[in-house]
């Protein structure tokens, strides 16, 4: 019995010895994978790597480029996606303010050897090995020449439909016709064949999102764009979370758009136009939270640039995250919806914050008729330009409006050397917490600068994007 129990002692100390390798040694043996790219024609430009995550790229590295050859590697632990290897720029597009030269590649635990040439990367790429890659570009070839033909197609349909041109004889438009449908079939075909064949390939999950409804070439444009908004989210699949990990989702979204809402109509039908579609893309984007979260963010920050303020209020009234914001470190999609939500005539919380003297400043110390509340960071370019244009209109202004300056420094002595730098002589605060400070989060200040142009009654008049913004809002006041 002894020898017995001595024994199960023993292999109770081997099972511990070895749980504690594989928690703690384990780890440090985790495999990095081999990224590697020759490409023609490389000149000495410095290279960025990074990831996608929808319209972003996050940059991860720069790498020095050997003889025309990238190496790099990626952890086993890094995500499943879509990555990105910045080039640098041909002279043509540095004289005309192009985009740079870039490679995209799904990384998913395998080593990546491709091969390109610096002037075309993406028509001269060549999968050496990776199977990911080597099924996704084959498949990006192909959609790229159907593509093409298509928009020529359609483009031919759409004008002799509405065109007695000679040119296009009955014949000729049948056979166009035929052309344009029997790409889509072939199109939706290679997709089926390859989703098919590959389906747990990380690419298929990606070219399964390359669906789109068929659209017979026989119909008048109006019904074929009908036909293709309401079969749209049939065919696709927006509940997986990783294809955030690429720009397919973003993509798909902005087409859905740009078919639905044509850019040459009066901004009033536009916007009517906007509400419905971004009404459909919400709901039909919903069986997953943090797809939802995801598509909206990237709504709010497309029509936040494109000035469509109408769409983004309807928005923040239609669209409430499911999951609360229990921290008061508000996220910045969260802040931004409820910046939204702050509208003209609400009043504004008051608040208490020291002043670059000492003093303790709240609203209710600022008498005066108007106040513009100024929330900025001395790190901050847009900050920069924004400030003396706003100070210069302060020292002349004829309205009885302060300005209450809220740095989002967290560092004092940064904030304290950049205004004795400036001189900007009115009323200087700062949030000491940064973003996560009780004001910064109570004002839902997501980017600086922020304003927020207020009556005597800590009302809201408006909340400028810009200096002409507060000009037009200063101009209504007098």
Known sequence: MKHNKKKHNQNIKILITAAFFFLFYLPLFSQDYKIEIFIDKLPDNKIITGSVRGDKFTPADTVVAEEGTVKFTIPENEHTGVYRVILGQTVYAQVMHEPPQKIDFIFNKEDVILRTDFEHPFDSLTVVSSNENNVWHKFLAQENIYSKELN??????????????????EKKKQEIIRRYNDIQHKRDELITAIT?????????????????????????????????????????????????NSEIITDRIFEYIMNNVPADQPRERQ?????????????????????????????????????????????????????PCTSDSKSTFRRRLDFLKMKKGMTVPDFKLLSITGDSVSLADVQSEYKLILFWASWCPHCEQLLPDIYQWYLNRSLDVEVVAISVDTNPDAWKEFLQNRGYNWINCVE?????????????????????????????????LSFSDFLNSINGLE
Do not use: C
Request: aromatic share 14%; charged share 25%; glycine share 4%.
């Open 271 to 323: 916007i009517v136009e906007l509400k419905n579609t971004v009404d459909r893309i919400i709901d039909n984007t919903s069986a997953n939270e943090e797809v939802n979260d995801f598509v909206v963010d990237y709504l709010l920050r497309g029509f936040e640039r494109l000035g469509f303020t109408e769409v983004l209020n309807h928005i923040a009234d239609l669209y409430t995250p499911k999951v």
């Open 152 to 169: 020529d197609l359609v483009r031919q349909i759409n004008y002799f439909q509405h065109s007695n041109d000679e040119f296009y004889t």
């Open 196 to 244: 098919t064949k590959y389906p747990d390939l990380y690419a298929a999950k990606l070219i399964k999102m390359y669906r789109s409804p068929f659209l017979d070439g026989n119909l008048p444009k109006e019904k074929r764009d009908s036909v293709y908004s309401k079969e749209f989210f049939k065919l696709l699949n927006f509940s997986n979370p990783s294809l955030m």
């Open 432 to 464: 000491s917490d940064g973003w996560d400070g009780k004001v910064a989060v109570k004002y839902n200040v997501y980017a600086t600068p922020t304003m927020f142009l207020i009556d005597n009654e800590n009302k809201i008049i408006a909340k400028p």
